[in-house]
């Protein structure tokens, strides 16, 4: 499958990016002169994996004609601001729902870059002086300017190549991607969700397509068979009557909404204490909004939505989120970011993780190289705003909660393709995880499956 194109064979794919880690989600689409960019993501975690965002990029930003999206998280979205700031001048198609939360995602990440950079000016901790952001927030929105949005199920074309958004689950707005030029298909999960979401809806079937490009987060295990209610209020609920802090890190978009609904019907059915809860954070109480917009795309009725949202304190200033580290408990915080990479739960955790008495509650997955995944792991000592924080705090961590589609949900949503892809290519996981799926792939359907490598060009 891989070799010179021609014009039996005029559709390429390239991949720069989700190759043995979950994060940098950027592939290149190339046909007849047109060069597309499908996801244009951060890499995350791990130092020489966020060193790359800083490298050049190997396509000139001036040569990609268009960028199109799957979804808005910020390892789809995040290097958007600096691709256009080194002179990407094309249109980035999203659906509606990835275009509106993309603009909350896109402002924060350039106002956490800048105050990022500060604070490594006042503590002197860059070998650059002075520090300079990976973008500002003036060129996230220049990137917002680039927007074109389209209805989930549309479908657009950018010079001879087709482009369909097929719904993915996930998160509002998250779409696979079926991509065709001449009679020849591609197919992007995206970011999988599940069928059994207590909040998305499930994702749309798997079509003929001649290469499946795959995510493989979950794709060494599956989600623990347990309700998520039960575990998340056996975590809660002693911490609570003992009158700690129950901290409950979250991914703004998407994993917050989760949670608040999961609270909501717990503190209904007396199954966890009539204690304060407080989401602290902007951007998820502005995505509620969003998300009421979208009632088509998600299961909850406009009663319960305005139940899980009517009981919970929304803390939006700066001032506001100081009062809560001196307060105390019993009470339950909510707040970004999931894998305690910045945001106001690490002010929370730097507080609240020095006392045996309260709880933190991982709840989505945690990429290798975050402060979440040490967590998670069993470390108990992180460093936070330049100091070794002790973490005395009972640590949780409940996969049922993650909004992935686990081994056992992949593996059913490809068994119900109508045909075999010629090709699977396994992105958007850990190397275990991902060559652990590509074994099972291989034994349980007779795929041809592998894991790409950074750079690789495939001709389909």
């Not at 039960?230 to 991914?251: N, Q, S």
């Not at 045909?419 to 290519?425: D, I, N, V």
Request: with cysteine.
């Amino acid at each position: 499958m891989t070799g010179p194109a021609s014009s039996a064979d005029p559709l390429r794919l390239t991949f720069w990016g989700a190759v043995d880690t979950v994060t940098g989600s950027r592939y290149l689409v190339e046909a007849d002169g047109t060069r597309v960019l499908v996801d244009c993501g951060l890499f995350q975690g791990y130092k020489a994996l966020r060193d790359r965002n800083r490298q050049p990029f190997p396509v000139g930003a001036r040569s990609i004609d268009a960028v199109v999206l799957t979804h808005a998280h910020l390892d789809h979205t995040g290097y958007l601001p600096k691709l256009v700031r080194d002179g990407f001048a094309g249109p980035v198609h999203a659906t509606a729902g990835t275009t509106e939360l993309s603009g909350l995602i896109l402002r924060d990440s350039g106002y956490l870059q800048e105050e990022e950079a500060r604070f490594r000016a006042r503590h002197r901790r860059s070998k650059h002086n002075p520090p300079q952001p990976l973008y500002t927030r003036a060129d996230a929105e220049r990137a917002l300017t680039r927007f074109v949005s389209h209805p989930m199920g549309s479908g657009i074309e950018v010079g001879g190549i087709r482009f369909r958004f097929l719904p993915a689950g996930h998160i509002l707005g998250a779409a696979q991607l079926q991509v065709e030029h001449a009679g020849r298909r591609i197919h992007f999960t995206g970011d999988l969700g599940r069928p059994d979401d207590p909040l998305m809806l499930p994702p749309a079937p798997l079509e003929r397509t001649d290469v499946l490009v795959s995510e493989s987060t979950y794709g060494d295990r599956d989600h623990a068979p347990v309700d998520p209610a039960e575990e998340l209020a056996a975590a809660i609920d002693p911490v609570c009557r003992r009158g700690g802090v129950v901290i409950i890190p979250a991914f703004a978009i998407g994993r917050a909404e989760a949670i608040l609904l999961q609270l909501s019907r717990l503190r209904r059915a007396g199954r966890i204490p009539d204690v304060p809860v407080f989401l602290n954070s902007p951007m998820a109480v502005d995505a509620a909004e969003i998300y009421r917009r979208y009632r088509e795309e998600h299961r909850i009725d406009d009663r319960e939505f305005a139940e899980m949202y009517s009981f919970a304190t929304l803390v939006r200033s700066v001032d506001e989120s100081k009062l809560l580290n001196l307060r105390g408990g019993p009470c339950i915080i909510v707040s970004a970011s999931g894998m305690l990479e910045g945001g106001r739960a690490l002010h929370h955790i730097e507080v609240y993780g020095r006392d045996r008495r309260n709880a933190i509650v991982l709840t989505g997955f945690q990429a290798g190289g975050t402060r979440g995944a040490a967590l998670q792991r069993g470390d108990r000592v992180l460093r936070i705003f330049g100091e070794d924080v002790p973490i005395e705090a009972q640590v949780h961590s409940i996969s049922a909660l993650s909004a992935h589609a686990d081994r056992s949900q992949i593996l059913e949503w490809m068994r119900g393709a109508p045909e075999p892809p010629r090709q699977t290519f396994l992105t958007h996981g850990e190397p275990d995880a991902a060559d652990v799926l590509r074994r099972q792939i291989g034994t349980d359907l007779g795929w041809d499956a592998r894991v790409p490598r950074l750079g690789e060009t495939v001709v389909v």
